[in-house]
């Protein structure tokens, strides 16, 4: 099992940044992916970044240029630094850890971005 804590979602103006930080866990296995996943009202979950424990990185094209996604391996933590926030990236952000033996998500924390 592994447990996944989400913090850092706030209230933010158009054009702001935030970053959100997640901790894992429990039964941390390499190698493995951690990545930050957002579903807005009335829409699916979408993938935001991810980043395996070995550095490598995706992005979705809504916000590359403007999110970094990083890791601590050594303290299980992976991080989400937004800049430049638009109305649009408001949503609930969940941080998701998987490897071979699973997928697990967090309870999600609320970023809002007013315009």
């Known amino acids: 099992q592994v447990q996944l804590v989400e913090s850092g979602g706030s209230l933010v103006q158009a054009g702001g940044s935030l970053t959100l930080s997640c901790a894992a866990s429990?039964?941390?296995?390499?190698?493995?992916?951690m990545g930050w996943y957002r579903q807005a009202p009335g829409k699916q979950r979408d993938v935001v970044a991810t980043m395996t424990n070995g550095g490598n990185t995706n992005y979705a094209d809504s916000v590359k240029g403007r999110f970094t996604i990083s890791r601590d391996n050594a303290k299980n933590m992976v991080y989400l630094q937004m800049n430049s926030l638009k109305p649009e990236d408001t949503a609930v952000y969940y941080c998701?850890?998987?490897?071979?033996?699973?997928?697990?998500w967090g309870q999600g924390t609320q970023v809002t971005v007013s315009s």
């Open positions: 429990g039964s941390i296995f390499r190698p493995n992916v």
């Open positions: 998701q850890y998987s490897s071979r033996y699973g997928s697990y």
